[in-house]
């Protein structure tokens, strides 16, 4: 008996399980010929079509001192940007002045006359050239947020001032960030590295050994004159590896050595200048971006 009922329910089985499989190899087919679900490729909801109060409110006081409303639906969504792909990396709105190649976007500039910079390209890298003078960008820029990466020489030479010196100077070498080997090395508080020479220290030293690679991450503010008056001075935001050392400190005037200083009305935006202080100073992936101010974007 036990054998009949099987054979009975055998060929039942069977033809069962290939109409399971007919139909499963059907849906598939079906399914890569068909464009995706709607599920997959729906749009986000449009705007007019959210909830009440989903994005933003238009019934909300005022904030102070501004024409929105907190919450409001029409301020315009910020400028969007695609972070670079590594940390350090380029963002999508950055002019990238180094990229390890050429020094295209550089020249040494005297009474006015550009010319191509002299100064040694290698290995992704950029060198200082002593006595060709400092480089400065072909392009002006006025408030700014800066990328750049530099090393001091390897080999220790010199001491205090003489070791590793070179400078991120804003402006045109008005405004300078002090470049320079720190490590074991005495100097003047307000001319090491990272200070804003003449002025004031980092609030911290962060250095890394000479020859290695550091960073600066700076925010400048550029000094704004009318006429003779300066209706605003400039500011300094700048990280060293990482490491806070102003955080928009008032500038108060241009970076003089054994002066006092005082501000001198110069145009808006003027160019980046590295300085050849005589030392083998190296400078890698310097990117820049313009700054702008709050809700200048289109309303997406
Ligand atoms: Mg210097």
Known sequence: MQIDRERRWAPRLAGALMTALVCAAAVLIQAQGQPATPAQTAPPPKQDTAKPGELGYTDTPLIPGQKWRVHDPERPAPPLVTP?????????????????????????????????????????????????????????????????????????????????????MFMDGRYEVQVLDMLSNRTYPDGGAA????QYPPLVSAPRPPGEWQTYDIVFEAPRFEGNKLVKPA???????????????????????????????HENELPLLLQDHGDLVRYR????RRLKGYDAAERL
């Open 235 to 265: 500011f300094m935001t700048v990280f060293w590896n990482g490491v806070l050392a102003h955080n928009r400190k008032e500038l108060l005037g241009p970076t003089l050595h054994r002066q006092a200083t005082k501000y001198v009305p």
């Open 195 to 198: 200070s804003l020479y003449g």
């Open 285 to 288: 992936n310097i990117w820049i």
């Open 84 to 168: 670079g792909a590594a940390p350090g990396a380029p963002p999508s709105d950055a002019i990238v002045l180094f990229d390890g190649k050429d020094l295209s976007k550089w020249a040494h500039s005297q009474k006015g006359q550009l010319t191509d910079a002299k100064w040694k390209v290698a290995n992704g890298y950029f060198e200082v050239a002593p006595k060709t003078g400092g480089i400065v960008t072909r392009e002006p820029f006025g408030d700014v947020q800066l990328h750049i990466e530099w090393a001091a020489p390897a080999e220790v030479r010199a001491s205090s001032q003489n070791r590793g010196n070179s400078g991120v």
